[in-house]
């Protein structure tokens, strides 16, 4: 395997360096940097020519310049050097500094909507693969290629309208008027009933249930004015734990794992005392405490589950885990949520929280939960978009690997010993049929990082996809390399990667490796 790792990266570091030097030869020869020089009636005009020509050494061959930057680049393999040297923009400011603002730029905006992503959409394919050829599937294939087809400038536009300026103004008075209500709730009872299958009786009886409850919720939400002044509290918090607890115990470890059930249980119990005793502390919370905060409560909820017991420790262990971490997600939200009036009147947002543009409010001030609330108001719809149009392939892929799985002798095998439905689905399908999805995981991270594009042009975000535009635009190789050389390094990297995880979901492919 060690003899398999250096002959790819070998090949990888040579593969770089080809294609790092025909990128770097195309940017440029693509244009002439001067020619806006060229064009203006400047009396300085010979000056500033001369200039630039200085800052981009453009009185030496494209093919030297390139060595000369492969120069400066190869410190950049000196770990804690300091002297990493990728050149300078036309503004002068070096691609090193320019780079480490893009990437926290661009990482901020994308990295939660590919997660998300990904994890909705394999879960809906592995549904969807379940429930083949029913009116849930039909849909869901429907509604992901639908969105997939649509041109991402278009999708963020009616979001910027609808899911920006259209919530603001609704956010000045938020009153839901109950015909509204009623049809909000009659369409969630609807996608219940196609998504639960089953009898027709069961069917009615889930999406009347999900029908009241929607339209009382939301007709509740429009007499308080939830959407001013929202917030979960202890009782919200206790009933959707135990409703978690069931549904990670059901996926985890199976209901007839009581031990496992009641560890889930236990750590809702713990979370609902915890989220009294935590408020003051959360009252000076800053970014380091809520990641400890978060590795303890994931640590408590495994010690419970380890001291739990059963006949299979490991499953309490990562049902209780799991669930606490959970938990401790919506004790995050509603503190979050207790925030949200200071956000909203904050002389800087005027009530309209939902951005359109930027990375950030200018000059706002305020606590962590603030500046917090700020950031993620900003990403709300990059995030919505970006999930929307990648959802599809995650979704179609999921369900054909689970279908060709689903089918092989092993699995037909497996349900002959016995073995409930969750353990055949989740235990020994799901494992093989993530082979192909970390394939595209692998390539998809390597997109992320070089930046979306579009979305950061629709939404004004000055990230990766923003540097690398701008370097073509003004003919300036620097820029252009210094994106090139950051997703090229990370594709190859999360393509050995893959290569790895195979070795690890599939023996058979450590075995020939």
Same mark, same amino acid.
């Given at each position: 395997?060690?003899?398999?790792?250096?002959? +790819?990266?070998?090949?990888?570091?040579?593969?770089?360096?080809?294609?790092?030097?025909?990128?770097?030869?195309?940017?440029?020869?693509? /244009?002439? #940097?001067?020619?806006?020089?060229?064009?203006?009636?400047?009396?300085?005009?010979?000056?500033?020519?001369?200039?630039?020509?200085?800052?981009?050494?453009?009185?030496?061959?494209?093919?030297?310049?390139?060595?000369?930057?492969? &120069?400066?680049? !190869?410190?950049?393999?000196? #770990?804690?050097?300091?002297?990493?040297?990728?050149?300078?923009?036309?503004?002068?400011? #070096?691609?090193?500094?320019?780079?480490?603002?893009?990437?926290?730029?661009?990482?901020?905006?994308?990295?939660?909507?590919?997660?998300? =992503?990904?994890?909705?959409?394999?879960?809906?394919?592995?549904?969807?693969?379940?429930?083949? *050829?029913?009116?849930?599937?039909?849909?869901?294939?429907?509604?992901?290629?639908?969105?997939?087809?649509?041109?991402?400038?278009?999708?963020? @536009?009616?979001?910027?309208? *609808?899911?920006?300026?259209?919530?603001?103004?609704?956010?000045?008075?938020?009153?839901?008027?109950?015909?509204?209500?009623?049809?909000?709730?009659?369409?969630?009872?609807?996608?219940?009933?196609? =998504?639960?299958?089953? !009898?027709?009786?069961?069917?009615?009886?889930?999406?009347?249930?999900?029908?009241?409850?929607?339209?009382?919720?939301?007709?509740?939400?429009?007499?308080?004015?939830?959407?001013?002044?929202?917030?979960?509290?202890?009782?919200?918090? %206790?009933?959707?734990?135990? &409703?978690?607890?069931?549904?990670?115990?059901?996926?985890?470890?199976?209901?007839?794992?009581?031990?496992?059930?009641?560890?889930?249980?236990?750590?809702?119990?713990?979370?609902?005392?915890?989220?009294?005793?935590?408020?003051?502390?959360?009252?000076?919370?800053? %970014?380091?405490?809520?990641?400890?905060?978060?590795?303890?409560?994931?640590?408590?909820?495994?010690?419970? /589950?380890?001291?739990?017991?059963?006949?299979?420790?490991?499953?309490?262990? +990562?049902?209780? &885990?799991?669930?606490?971490?959970?938990?401790?997600?919506?004790?995050?939200?509603?503190?979050?949520?207790?925030?949200? #009036?200071?956000?909203?009147?904050?002389? $800087?947002? $005027?009530?309209?929280?939902?951005?359109?543009?930027? !990375?950030?409010?200018?000059?706002?001030?305020?606590?962590?939960?603030?500046?917090?609330?700020?950031?993620?108001?900003?990403?709300?719809?990059?995030?919505?978009?970006?999930?929307?149009?990648?959802?599809?392939?995650?979704?179609?892929?999921?369900?054909?690997?689970?279908?060709?799985?689903?089918?092989?002798?092993?699995?037909?095998?497996?349900? !002959?010993?016995?073995?409930?439905? +969750?353990?055949?689905?989740?235990?020994?399908?799901?494992?093989? =049929?993530?082979?192909?999805?970390?394939?595209?995981?692998?390539?998809?991270?390597?997109?992320?990082? /070089? &930046?979306?594009?579009?979305?950061?042009?629709?939404?004004?975000?000055?990230?990766?996809?923003?540097?690398?535009?701008?370097?073509?635009?003004?003919?300036?190789?620097?820029?252009?390399?210094?994106?090139? @050389?950051?997703?090229? @390094?990370?594709?190859?990297?999360?393509?050995?990667?893959?290569?790895?995880?195979?070795?690890?979901?599939?023996?058979?492919?450590?075995?020939?490796?």
């Amino acid at each position: 395997m060690v003899t398999y790792i250096v002959r +790819r990266l070998i090949t990888a570091a040579l593969i770089l360096l080809g294609a790092s030097f025909l990128v770097y030869l195309l940017t440029a020869s693509s /244009g002439d #940097p001067l020619e806006e020089f060229r064009a203006s009636s400047a009396a300085n005009k010979q000056q500033l020519m001369d200039s630039r020509s200085q800052l981009l050494d453009l009185d030496t061959p494209a093919p030297l310049r390139y060595f000369k930057w492969l &120069g400066g680049a !190869a410190k950049c393999l000196v #770990p804690f050097g300091g002297s990493c040297d990728l050149g300078k923009n036309i503004a002068g400011q #070096p691609i090193t500094e320019a780079l480490g603002f893009a990437l926290v730029q661009t990482l901020t905006l994308v990295t939660g909507a590919t997660v998300l =992503a990904i994890l909705i959409g394999i879960a809906l394919g592995i549904i969807t693969a379940l429930r083949q *050829y029913s009116a849930l599937d039909y849909g869901v294939t429907f509604m992901a290629f639908l969105f997939f087809s649509l041109p991402i400038f278009w999708v963020a @536009v009616l979001l910027k309208e *609808y899911g920006a300026i259209g919530f603001n103004d609704f956010l000045r008075n938020p009153e839901i008027p109950l015909p509204a209500a009623l049809g909000i709730g009659a369409i969630a009872g609807v996608i219940v009933a196609v =998504a639960v299958g089953g !009898a027709a009786r069961r069917r009615l009886v889930s999406g009347g249930i999900v029908f009241l409850a929607a339209s009382l919720i939301l007709i509740y939400f429009s007499v308080v004015q939830w959407f001013r002044n929202p917030g979960l509290g202890p009782v919200v918090i %206790a009933i959707a734990g135990v &409703g978690l607890a069931f549904a990670v115990t059901v996926l985890v470890a199976g209901l007839k794992n009581k031990r496992a059930l009641q560890s889930a249980l236990i750590v809702v119990a713990l979370g609902v005392v915890a989220y009294f005793a935590v408020q003051p502390l959360l009252n000076e919370a800053t %970014a380091l405490m809520i990641v400890l905060l978060g590795i303890a409560t994931i640590g408590v909820g495994v010690a419970t /589950g380890y001291l739990m017991g059963g006949y299979d420790r490991g499953q309490s262990m +990562r049902a209780a &885990g799991i669930t606490s971490f959970l938990v401790g997600g919506l004790i995050l939200m509603d503190r979050f949520m207790q925030a949200w #009036p200071n956000y909203f009147n904050n002389s $800087r947002v $005027r009530g309209r929280p939902i951005a359109t543009i930027g !990375a950030g409010t200018p000059n706002i001030q305020g606590d962590f939960w603030v500046l917090s609330l700020d950031t993620f108001t900003h990403l709300i719809l990059p995030t919505m978009a970006l999930i929307l149009v990648s959802l599809a392939s995650y979704t179609r892929f999921t369900r054909s690997s689970m279908l060709e799985i689903m089918n092989m002798d092993y699995i037909r095998t497996a349900r !002959a010993k016995g073995l409930s439905e +969750r353990s055949v689905v989740m235990g020994h399908a799901f494992r093989n =049929a993530l082979i192909p999805i970390a394939t595209i995981v692998a390539f998809d991270i390597g997109a992320l990082i /070089g &930046g979306a594009v579009i979305t950061e042009t629709v939404f004004s975000v000055r990230g990766m996809g923003f540097l690398f535009l701008d370097g073509i635009v003004h003919t300036d190789p620097n820029p252009v390399m210094g994106v090139f @050389v950051c997703v090229a @390094v990370t594709a190859m990297v999360f393509n050995l990667i893959a290569d790895l995880a195979y070795s690890a979901l599939d023996p058979r492919v450590r075995i020939k490796a």
